[in-house]
């Protein structure tokens, strides 16, 4: 069983910057999909960023394109998410997860606890 965990979250100021960090209890990164999903109070779970790992294609929300960045290191088991450019809109808790079929399945993934992202006005 996959482990994720993940940190980095905090408060910080509108047009500021956080890094968002997802150790991993093993390698992952074979697994056909790496995430960063949201889900702020009273909305649904959404997807904000994705590394396809055959071939390192990388997609963002619309939201945050231009704005935030997915990295994975492979010798660190660990997942990135750079978010740059903070908006009050981006508070909400934060988590990886590995899809290992690729199939965008919730149920089959394999999701961290959650780290806390708040942005002050």
């Known amino acids: 069983q996959v482990q994720l965990v993940e940190s980095g979250g905090g408060s910080v ?16 990164y074979h697994m056909p999909t790496l995430s960063w999903f949201r889900q702020a109070p009273g909305k649904e779970r959404e997807g904000v960023a994705a590394i396809y790992t055959e071939g390192g294609s990388k997609i963002y929300a619309t939201s945050v394109e ?16 750079q978010m740059d450019s903070l908006k009050p809109e981006d508070t909400a808790m934060y988590y990886c997860s590995a899809d290992p079929k690729g ?3 919730p149920a089959d993934m394999y999701w961290g606890q959650g780290t806390q992202v708040t942005v002050l006005s």
């Open 13 to 28: 100021q509108t047009g500021g910057s956080l890094r968002l960090s997802c150790v991993a209890s093993e390698y992952i």
């Open 66 to 81: 231009g704005r935030f960045t997915i990295s994975h290191d492979n010798a660190k088991n660990t997942l990135y998410l």
């Open 103 to 105: 199939e965008g399945n």
